[in-house]
């Protein structure tokens, strides 16, 4: 696949600081959490990207293979915590919003888990990985981690 365009070279100032408030929203949270997020997200999007940068983070931070196959089953799989699965059936809300009618039910459990804050930093993450899966799956990106770094410093 070729990218259309390299965001980070059409839009340098921009893009790095894009980067920047990503990095800030995620280094807000748990790291295990915001892997589930990330990589729940990008499975909705349909962002191979993001899904392979995402799912390798994950398995580097100690999530296990079983979770993380599970991932797209998660309401069926009993290994995630009430608090991962208040997050990823907000997340599931938020990403499909144009297709939920009411997100009622993901909110009450997103408040029976998480501070107001965290609700906030919650959502930040969900619209920053939903940003990404759109930039991605738009301009055909196609980036390892490392390469991804290396531009945006």
Not at 41 to 50: D, E, I, K, M, R
Not at 58 to 81: I, K, N, V
Not at 84 to 92: K, M, P, S
Not at 120 to 137: D, P, Q, S
Request: aromatic share 8%; proline share 3%; hydrophobic share 40%.
């Amino acid at each position: 696949m070729t990218p259309k365009l390299n965001p980070f070279a059409a839009a340098p100032d921009l893009m790095k600081h894009w980067l920047q408030i990503s990095q800030a929203i995620a280094g807000s949270m748990e790291p295990n959490l915001v892997s589930l997020v990330e990589v729940r997200a990008s499975q909705l999007n349909g962002c191979a990207n993001c899904l392979n940068m995402h799912t390798a983070e994950a398995r580097a931070r100690g999530e296990s293979e079983q979770r993380l196959y599970l991932l797209s089953a998660w309401r069926g799989a009993p290994c995630y915590s009430d608090r991962e699965r208040a997050a990823l059936a907000w997340t599931d809300s938020l990403t499909r919003l144009s297709q939920e009618h009411s997100h009622a039910a993901a909110y009450q459990a997103l408040k029976d888990e998480f501070s107001e804050e965290d609700q906030v930093k919650l959502t930040l993450l969900i619209n920053v990985i939903n940003g990404w899966n759109r930039l991605a799956v738009g301009f055909d990106l196609w980036a390892d981690k490392v390469t991804t770094d290396k531009e945006a410093a």
